[in-house]
């Protein structure tokens, strides 16, 4: 019998990928806030459990507004540590897996900008998206022994409200940003994200019940860059492809830029939150376990721009 995934967040970024990865695996149920609204826990709890057959969740949904979830703690609570809770007890009743994804702002970002964050390493989140973030992955590990929680930084792609868009847009307006240069990370790409997934999700449908290694992982891509450095290198690039010689985009501090915005074109919004300066995560552990090493940002960059193919 065909194996049957239940997958959250169909129309994110990340969710979107991940339907074209998993479905040739299984039958995936993909849902959204149309299909269920995670900030309401009973609805919630309803659904899952009306569900005849799941044989893995992948739980991608997240509120991931960072500045909205200062003004919004409560929703961001909801969508984050509750609907994450209540996945985690379903799966766990039923005796089934589930992959859930967090984020490099569970740490504070404080360490020398040498050095990496382990899985071992102690988190500290700057803000409620962090914090929220951290009390959801805590809840699935404590509830879902069968988990696999995958941390990720800096994700971008074909959809949704990301930097790499953004940067599009004002690439193809022909505007010039300024761009904080001192945060650094490895922009990796959304696919590259579902295509590991994909590759875990078929070694646990082929055997739920072994010794699979569950726990936490980093999914980031290898090198490091900063805002900077990576908007340069998506101008260089579409520069390459369009014949056109567009102004490369400005460093600027997050000091001097004062409202904390990645992008100075970016929507001011009133409350900002503090990200992280040093968002590297080492994914040395997903390469050790599973044999998965993944390409460095600049591949994967190259990959995304072919993939778009943009004139
Ligand atoms: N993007 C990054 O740079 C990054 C970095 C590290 C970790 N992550 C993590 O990776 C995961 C996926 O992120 P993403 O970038 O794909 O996020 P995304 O594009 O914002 O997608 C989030 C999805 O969650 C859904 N959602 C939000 N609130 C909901 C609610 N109340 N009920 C039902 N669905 C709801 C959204 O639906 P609507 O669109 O309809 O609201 C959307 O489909 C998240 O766990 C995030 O924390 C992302």
Redesign the pocket.
Known sequence: MQPKILL????????YELFQTLSPLADVLAV??QD????NVPILKRFVRNLDRIDLIVH?????AVDLAEEQPDLARA?NVDASRVLAEEAAQRNIPMIH????YVFDGNRSLDSLYTEKDATAPLSVYGLT?RDGETAVREICKKHCILR????YGLR?N?FFQTMLRLYQQGKTPQVVDDQIGAPTW?RIIAIVTAILAGKILDSPSSDFPWGTYHVSAGGVASWHEFATAIFVAMNHQTGQKIELPKPISSEEYSAKDLVKDSVKNSVKATRPKNSRLDNNLLAVTFGLKLPDWQTQLAWCLDAIKIK
């Open positions: 959250t967040g169909r129309s994110g970024q990340i969710g959204d806030v269920v609204d995670l900030s991608p949904a997240a509120f991931t969508v994804y967090s984020t490099d973030k990720l930084c800096w994700v949704g990301n959304s």
